[in-house]
């Protein structure tokens, strides 16, 4: 009776434990996934305008890091376009004032781990003839309303996993440099 009191309150003590512990953990996760951002951007509109990944994200294919595009980018069109919506009234402050858009970083790895945009988005392998798609690595992003979410962890299995099933390197030394 005694030993099983014990464990009950062994459960009850750390199951309540275990629960803050979870509740803490989502909210966590939650809040880092989707920061917010100083001008709500909505993706999905974007791309049924037409734009394509590149035009906005130009150095995907050129270098290390994918880039985002500058304000003046934006007002080519938001000078013009939706400019009675909330956002882009916003947007248009930034503007105004020579302020430049301080979006919040998403997706980031570790400093000890090298990932190149270029290598992925220009490979040429017998999977991917055409390169990785962005897809592969963030997800649907073009139906992705505001604010866009982190739809894969970028862990280190995730990496391995697809070199594994694409010959591609296993060295450690190549994320590891
Ligand atoms: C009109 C310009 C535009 C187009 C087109 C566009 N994006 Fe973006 N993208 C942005 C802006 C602005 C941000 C920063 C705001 C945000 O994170 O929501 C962003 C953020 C991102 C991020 C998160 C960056 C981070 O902080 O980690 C990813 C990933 C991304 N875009 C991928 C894509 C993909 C894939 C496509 C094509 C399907 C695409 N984008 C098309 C403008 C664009
Ligand atoms: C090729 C033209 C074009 C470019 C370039 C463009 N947009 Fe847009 N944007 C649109 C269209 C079209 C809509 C949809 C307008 C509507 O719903 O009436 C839109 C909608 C938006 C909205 C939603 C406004 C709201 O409150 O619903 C925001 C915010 C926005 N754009 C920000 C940006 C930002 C930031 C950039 C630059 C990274 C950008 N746009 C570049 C065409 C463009
Ligand atoms: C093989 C996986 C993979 C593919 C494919 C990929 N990305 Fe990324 N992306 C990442 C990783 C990993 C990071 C975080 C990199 C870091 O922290 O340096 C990232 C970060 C970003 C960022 C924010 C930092 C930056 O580099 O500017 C943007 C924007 C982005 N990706 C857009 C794109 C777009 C657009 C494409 C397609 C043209 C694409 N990505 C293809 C894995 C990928
Ligand atoms: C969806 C599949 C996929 C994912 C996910 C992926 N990679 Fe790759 N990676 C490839 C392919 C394909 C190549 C190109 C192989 C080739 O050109 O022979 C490559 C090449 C590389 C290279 C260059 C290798 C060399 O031999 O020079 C590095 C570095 C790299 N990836 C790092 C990463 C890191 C870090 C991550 C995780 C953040 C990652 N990759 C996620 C498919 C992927
Ligand atoms: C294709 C890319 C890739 C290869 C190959 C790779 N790693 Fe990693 N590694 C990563 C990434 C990405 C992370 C960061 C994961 C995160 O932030 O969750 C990481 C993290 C780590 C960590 C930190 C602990 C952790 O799990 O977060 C260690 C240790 C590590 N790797 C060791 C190795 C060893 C040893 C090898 C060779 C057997 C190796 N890695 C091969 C991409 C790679």
């Known amino acids: 009776m005694f030993k099983r009191f014990g464990t009950l ?14 509740g803490l ?7 880092h996934s989707t920061p ?6 909505p993706h999905v509109k974007h791309l049924q305008a037409g734009l394509q990944c590149l035009d906005c994200h130009q150095s995907a294919n050129k270098g290390k890091y994918a880039g985002l595009p500058p304000l ?3 007002m080519s069109c938001h000078q013009s376009v939706g400019t009675n919506l909330p956002g882009i009234k916003t947007l248009t402050e930034y503007w105004k004032t020579k302020k430049p858009v301080q979006w919040n ?6 400093d ?3 990932f190149s945009h270029k290598r992925h988005v220009t490979a040429k392998t017998k999977n991917y003839p055409n390169g990785v798609p962005c897809q592969s690595c963030h997800g649907q992003v073009q139906n992705m ?11 280190m299995g995730f ?3 697809c070199h594994r099933q694409n010959n591609a390197s296993l060295d450690c030394y190549t994320c590891h440099k």
Do not use: D, E
Not at 145 to 155: G, T
């Open 36 to 41: 917010p951002q100083p001008v709500p951007y």
């Open 25 to 31: 953990s989502s909210y966590f996760n939650a809040f």
């Open 159 to 161: 990496c391995v996993g």
């Open 105 to 110: 970083r998403l997706h980031r790895i570790p």
């Open 72 to 74: 003046s980018f934006c």
């Open 112 to 114: 000890f781990v090298y």
């Open 145 to 155: 309303p505001y604010p866009m979410r982190k739809s894969r962890s970028l862990s």
């Open 9 to 22: 309150l062994f459960y009850a003590y750390f199951g309540v434990f275990f629960l803050i512990t979870l």
